[in-house]
T-cell receptor, first 113, second 114 residues
Framework: ETGVTQSPTHLIKTRGQQVTLRCSSQ?????VSWYQQALGQGPQFIFQ???????GRGNFPPRFSGLQFPNYSSELNVNALELDDSALYLC????????????FGAGSRLTVL | GESVGLHLPTLSVQEGDNSIINCAYS??????FIWYKQESGKGPQFIID?????DKRQGQRVTVLLNKTVKHLSLQIAATQPGDSAVYFC?????????????FGKGTKLSVKP
């Protein structure tokens, strides 16, 4: 059974650029949630995808968007990057949108200069 | 406002001792709580969970206690080992909310001295 895998592991962007982060969910999981974790903080919920549709969103602006594909993998896109977007972006998968237990990937570390 | 917080940002214990990590929550509508462990360079890893209709739940070397009266959650680790060194987060899920929307606290860093 494979876990949640994310790519890239690290990347550096400049202010105003766009970034796409990718996530492959754990085998058998059909729901993906994305979290942003600033340094020294707990993860903050961005949004969740179930059956290729957004199924809940946290307090993040529209320039944070996502996709889920038929194989349940997912992308997080961030447009017009700001310095405060520098963080670890975590993807978590679960078996159904009602599942409470999330399996997290190791994250993508984004630095915005 | 709705928040999950921790009383102690850092905790240092001797190997073999018991550890207690505390967490306060403010949303009385929360009906599910989880403890996660995050090691350096890794994502959060599930440790144990508890529903609001329970006061205590035990796992292997870990126990979670829930006191709804004072909105307090604790994680007890028995016979703490060096491998337990990590940041521990409590998280809550508000009843009726999106199941993926866990509200995390800031975390407590546990350091185990050999």
């Amino acid at each position: 059974e494979t876990g949640v895998t994310q790519s890239p592991t690290h990347l550096i962007k400049t202010r105003g650029q766009q970034v796409t982060l990718r996530c492959s969910s754990q085998s058998g999981h059909n729901t993906v949630s994305w979290y942003q974790q600033a340094l020294g903080q707990g993860p903050q919920f961005i949004f969740q995808y179930y059956r290729e549709e957004e199924n809940g969103r946290g307090n993040f602006p529209p320039r944070f968007s996502g996709l889920q594909f038929p194989n349940y993998s997912s992308e997080l896109n961030v447009n017009a990057l700001e310095l405060d977007d520098s963080a670890l972006y975590l993807c978590a998968s679960s078996d159904g949108w009602k599942a409470n237990v999330l399996t997290f990937g190791a994250g993508s570390r984004l630095t915005v200069l | 406002g709705e928040s999950v917080g921790l009383h102690l940002p850092t905790l240092s214990v001797q190997e073999g001792d018991n550890s207690i990590i505390n967490c306060a929550y403010s949303n009385s509508a929360s009906d599910y709580f989880i403890w996660y462990k995050q090691e350096s360079g890794k994502g959060p890893q599930f440790i144990i969970d508890i529903r609001s209709n329970m006061d205590k739940r035990q796992g292997q070397r870990v126990t979670v206690l829930l006191n709804k009266t004072v909105k307090h959650l604790s994680l007890q680790i028995a016979a703490t080992q060096p491998g337990d060194s990590a940041v521990y987060f409590c998280a809550e899920n508000v009843h009726g909310g999106s199941q993926g929307n866990l509200i995390f606290g800031k975390g407590t860093k546990l350091s185990v001295k050999p």
